[in-house]
């Protein structure tokens, strides 16, 4: 459902989010390669662990850009900063530089902090009921342009090797630039964020970001689902990482197969083509649908469900085609269902929380729970006796954070139900011009149209939905209704006298309805 007004805005943000996306997945499997050729799957959990400790640092300084910055601006000059970071480490790799543990903790900074602005952004942009409404069909250019980048990674990768990727990543970048002001522009006014939610005081403290989350009990308990969402995610990562170096070593010992990092970047390259496709298909035929049957917070649970239920799979049964799988079901839902429902969650808070609390628990608390992996994986490598098996040990660890998750999705989603209730109104739509009655001429073709604000509905962000039937049932067959231009048209029948009277209902996105009877004569002459 979209307002007359918002496809404008709706294609700027979409474009926007597709190119962030197709970056993000350019970027990725470079990131995975460099660190796994260049280091070993243990680096790998130390080095994401490590970009948390920089976030701490990192999270007061965008605070305090957020504060000296429009919103269309911040974003940009976050976008120019990674990009540009892009062409230097390209640069660099073609000068004969090793960095893949420094890649992969400025990638996992880099991935988090641009697709946070962006949601940041557009949850600044609308009010809670547009911002339900229309995230879902946002969402739709991220999965796009994840599934592109992922197509592009696996058909070029080998070609342009992990360098020539880095470059098209920074020029992909580097096009969103143009975009903000114009979705801020764009926005219909009665789609716009409530300017009073907006107007809270912002903190004074140096922690910024920090200081955001801490107060404030809701986006702290967010935090503390996104930490455990990204410890589980990480603890899959390692489980998936560890599995593909087993595989890789068997078709090796016995067959022979191409380099390790020729395998390891075709096979992450058809991995996410899978999880991408899948996931547009999710956003693009059920997100919408989800929000609309079960609210935010009923969207919520479903992915966290399906987590417990994957990893209690592999736990029963780890062979490497299932554990493949399941990590394809929960990164694919991850990146729609969950990805777009985190984001709506932060629809009903003002501007500090959208942006420095929404930056803190995506930066900050999901790489915290990298660190949370990384301290795990320490012990088990260090303190634990030897011969255990990593895999079984990530994945026993993984089935107790599902519990814990669980738990979290329920209290997050209740108070998502509070916010959204206390900064809503919800009168049902009005009558504001009674509908005329109107005549008719047997034999004769007729298009007759109501005028737009015969109905209104004064609550920000609600859309009408109109429907017209006879008394008696549905249109007689040779008259029809158009609900978006609220036009009646057709060709009467000859020999035609009948008095009709048609039923004309407007209803809001929470099912609240007004109608009014349209009364039409039907004469010979």
């Known amino acids: ?114 697709v946070a602005n962006f949601w940041a952004f557009a949850a600044d942009l609308f009010n809670v009921k547009s911002g339900k409404r229309l995230f879902a069909l946002i969402a739709v250019g991220a999965t796009a342009g994840a599934w592109v980048g992922a197509q592009i990674n696996k ?8 360098y020539g990727m880095m470059l098209l990543a920074g020029l992909v970048l580097a096009s969103t630039l143009i975009l903000s002001r114009a979705a801020e522009q764009s ?70 197969v191409e380099d390790k990092q020729s395998f390891i970047g075709s096979f992450y390259g058809d991995f996410f083509a899978k999880v991408t496709l899948i996931g547009f298909l999710i956003q693009l035929l059920l997100v919408s649908r989800f929000f609309k049957w079960f609210g935010v917070a009923g969207t919520l649970m479903i992915p966290i469900v399906l987590f417990a239920a994957g990893f209690i799979a592999i736990g029963f049964l780890p062979l490497f085609a299932l554990m493949q799988w399941v990590f394809i079901v929960h990164k694919s839902n991850d990146y ?29 608390f999901w790489r915290f729970g990298d660190m949370a992996s990384g301290g795990a994986t320490y012990v088990f490598r260090n303190m634990l006796p030897e011969g255990g098996d990593f895999i079984q040990f990530n994945i026993s660890i993984a089935i107790s954070l599902s519990v814990v998750l669980l738990i979290l999705g329920l209290m997050v989603g209740r108070e998502y139900k509070r916010l959204a209730a206390k900064n809503l109104t919800n009168a049902a739509p009005t009558l504001n011009i009674p509908i005329a009655p109107c005549r008719l001429v047997s034999g004769q073709s007729f298009s007759v149209t109501l005028p737009e604000d015969t109905f209104v509905d004064n609550d920000p962000g609600d859309l009408l939905v109109y429907q017209a039937k006879m008394t008696s049932g549905a249109l007689p067959g ?26 004309v209902t ?20």
């Open 478 to 503: 040779w008259m029809q209704f158009d609900s978006t231009s609220l036009t009646l048209s057709g060709t009467v029948p000859a020999n035609t006298d009948v008095q009709i009277e048609i039923k």
């Open 155 to 162: 058909q070029l990768f080998s070609e342009f090797g992990p």
């Open 187 to 256: 926005i219909p006014e009665e789609s716009r964020a409530d300017k009073d939610v907006a107007k809270e005081a912002r903190p004074s403290g140096v922690l910024g970001g920090f200081e955001v989350v801490f107060s404030n009990k809701y986006l702290l308990l967010i935090a503390l689902m996104v930490f455990v969402i990204n410890w589980l995610t990480a603890a899959g990562d390692n489980i998936l990482s560890e599995a593909i170096n087993l595989r890789y070593d068997e078709l090796n010992s016995s067959n022979g």
């Open 336 to 364: 729609s269902i969950l990805s777009t429902t985190r984001n709506a969650l932060f629809l009903p808070v003002g501007r500090s929380e959208k942006y420095e609390g929404k930056t803190t628990t995506d930066t900050f």
């Open 1 to 114: 459902k979209v307002r007359p007004g918002e496809g404008r805005a709706i294609s700027v943000l979409f474009v926007h989010a597709f190119l962030l996306l197709l970056t993000y997945y350019l970027v990725r499997p470079v990131r995975e390669a460099l660190i796994l050729t260049e280091a070993d799957a243990q680096l790998r959990s130390y080095a994401a662990a490590i970009q948390a400790l920089l976030l701490i640092v990192i999270i007061p300084a965008y605070s305090m850009l957020f504060r000296a910055q429009a919103s269309s601006l911040l974003i940009q000059r976050v976008n120019l900063f990674f990009a540009f970071n892009l062409l230097l480490f390209a640069a660099s790799g073609w000068f004969g530089l090793k960095f893949g543990a420094w890649f992969f903790i400025w990638a996992g900074i880099f991935n988090v902090f641009v």
């Open 506 to 525: 407007a209803t809001d996105d929470e099912g609240l309805e007004v109608s009014d009877f349209w009364r039409i004569q039907v004469a010979r002459t």
